[in-house]
């Protein structure tokens, strides 16, 4: 399928290469420019082209997606506070797929691509950043988006607003904790960082750093006393579709940008299609009939409403090349113990015990069919990961009878030779088959009696939270494709945070997360995320981390221009270059 990569990369690691040289020289005040990318060309404000006849194969322009979605939205469409997967699915093609910068859709996991900003130079010491905005960006009510709407936004992602209970950002950290954030001259933003980030266009082109709340519409709201969602201001963005409506639990519509800034290699403006529709349908086999007979284009991503097996074998029957499906892998499962609170997981040996028992690939095959990936912390495809985890002790399927009778050797040593009891919470829905395959395992292996508590996401979560927990299988982020985005988050490794899939205290995992924000090379960034993978999954097993559920949808074939989002099913999603060829 064709797929145009956006506009020129910021080819990180050969940059960094060469600013260490120039750094030996300059000052740390002096910004030393980076080699600039070339600007994507921005077209001027035109309206959709008149149709001509279109060569085969180039993206033809017109028509409406029928994009299913999952569920109703939450937090009223704000990135700064939701980006599960149903909201990614709207705020993409209303915002943008990301800020400053974007994952570039070519190469996803080695550079990121300009998007907001044209061009950036860096100091010697990579604590100032300074980036210059394209000049020609438009909010969807006309207003030009300029730095100082980039400085308002930052400032309410990092400090919300505590006279109208507004909190900062779930992606504050995404910024990378700036001392300070300054509107220079020709639309031009400077940041400067408390610590040296070597690879801070990365870390800030995670997806969910969309640029939201135009500073025109949101500030005045704001002086009065009043928080602001994006409801209050007409949920207007600067990406390539705006919004048209919301009828709650039946359909949300958005409507092509007419002045939005992209243009194809081919010199025609963005995006191609003459909308979205997302009709909001929350049961699985809902979507699916809904797919099958033709009401819906493509059916949504993620949780509940993934193609079970089955379903895409009968599919592919009635409907052969008519229909791919795509996997995207949204995140690893993980079985964590709150080491927090007196209990036989806090005994290391415990705990790789229970890591070498599970038939990982068995069950992965079993409950995701063709698509199943065992894995670790990253995702199994990415240079991140350490090539050769599948031998590793508990991953290697051809010495699982070594490693059982070694588990139990552990559990004895430990003088838990009989097992012991402990309650697992578990997410209600397509999670339950996952516990109830980690219990049997355990119960069957290692005597170890699991009592299940099922409860709702939101009550998973606040036990997530608040560390009220014994046993809990968590979904992991982790599996980001960039590593800088895993430091940012680095409670999935190493505290007891909300975001916390490893619950523990050890100032080591921090350690060793810093590295990878050191790493002046790929090669480096690559040594540092195996190091943390190696210490918090084979080291110290703080969780025992299972397989990425591949959630695969399904794609009617005349759909063109998609990208398998690959580890990370909030990215790539924003349609400005999806056609339909029909």
């Known amino acids: 399928m064709f797929r145009h990569a956006r506009g020129r990369m910021l080819m990180l690691g050969a940059v960094v290469a060469s600013l260490a040289l ?19 060309a921005i077209p001027g404000a035109t309206s959709t082209p008149a149709p001509t006849a279109t060569p085969v194969g180039m993206p033809k322009f017109g028509g409406i997606l029928m994009h299913a979605i999952r569920s109703d939205l939450k937090k009223q469409l704000d990135p700064m506070f939701r980006n599960a997967i149903p909201e990614s699915e709207v705020q993409q093609p209303l915002y943008g797929p990301g800020g400053l910068v974007a994952t570039c859709e070519d190469d996803p996991w080695s550079r990121s691509c300009p998007y907001l900003a044209e061009s950036f130079e860096v100091n010697a010491d990579f604590t100032v950043w300074t980036f210059k905005l394209r000049d020609n960006v438009l909010w969807h009510d006309g207003v030009p988006l300029t730095a100082e709407d980039f400085e308002f936004w930052a400032d309410l992602t990092l400090n919300g607003r505590e006279n109208v209970g507004r909190s900062e950002s779930r992606e504050a950290s995404n910024l990378g904790n700036p001392s300070s954030i300054e509107v220079l001259a020709n639309n031009t933003i400077r940041i400067t ?11 800030i082109g995670d997806p969910g750093l969309e640029m939201s709340h135009p500073k025109h519409l949101t500030e005045p709201l704001l002086a009065s006393g009043e ?43 963005l995006p191609y299609l003459d909308g979205i529709d997302f009709p909001i349908i929350a049961d699985r086999e809902a979507m699916v009939a809904a797919f099958r007979a033709g009401r819906v284009d493509t059916t949504g991503r993620g949780n509940r409403v993934w193609f079970l097996p089955e379903q895409i074998e009968t599919t592919r029957k009635q409907m052969g090349d008519d229909v791919f499906f795509t996997p995207v892998p949204s995140g690893y499962r993980t079985l964590t113990f709150n080491t927090s609170i007196d209990g036989p997981w806090t005994d290391e040996r415990v705990r790789r015990a229970i890591s070498l028992v599970p038939d990982f690939q068995l069950a992965a095959t079993a409950i995701y069919g063709e698509f199943a990936i065992p894995a670790v912390l990253f995702f199994p495809d ?3 990961v350490t090539p050769d ?36 919470t578990c997410r209600s829905g397509s999670w339950e088959p996952e516990c109830e395959w980690i219990v049997e395992e355990l119960r069957s292996k290692l005597n170890i009696s699991m009592t299940i508590d099922i409860v709702d996401n939101a009550t998973r979560g606040d036990r997530q939270c608040e560390g009220s927990y014994e046993a809990i299988l968590n979904g992991g982020s982790s599996n980001a494709k960039f590593p800088e985005t895993v430091h940012a988050q680095v409670g999935p490794f190493a505290d007891v945070s ?21 790493g002046k090379t790929f090669d480096e960034r690559v040594a540092a995320a195996r190091a943390v993978e190696q210490y918090v999954v084979m080291d110290k097993v703080y969780g025992i981390t299972f397989f990425a559920a591949p959630y695969p949808f399904a794609t009617r074939s005349y759909v063109k221009g998609l990208q398998n989002p690959i580890s990370n099913p909030n990215s790539m999603q924003d349609s400005t270059r999806w056609w339909i060829d029909k």
């Open 22 to 40: 120039v750094g030996a020289c300059g000052s740390s005040e002096d910004p030393t420019a980076t080699p600039q990318p070339t600007a994507t």
């Open 193 to 203: 960082l408390n610590s040296p980030i070597i690879n801070y266009p990365i870390l």
């Open 227 to 269: 928080d602001v969602a994006p409801p209050d201001i007409g949920y207007v963005g600067a990406g390539p579709f705006k919004f048209l409506l919301y009828d709650k639990g039946s359909v949300v519509s958005l409507r092509r940008f007419e002045q939005y800034f992209e243009e194809d290699e081919f010199g025609r403006q």
């Open 382 to 384: 990415s240079p991140w």
């Open 389 to 424: 985890y599948m031998t590793w002790p508990g991953k290697n399927p051809w010495t699982k009878a070594a490693d059982i009778v070694e588990a139990k050797r552990l559990m004895a040593e430990a003088g838990f030779a009989d097992g012991f009891e402990v309650s697992l």
């Open 498 to 518: 909300c975001s916390s899939n490893f619950y523990n205290n050890d100032p080591h995992i921090t350690e060793l997360t810093d590295a990878i924000l050191q």
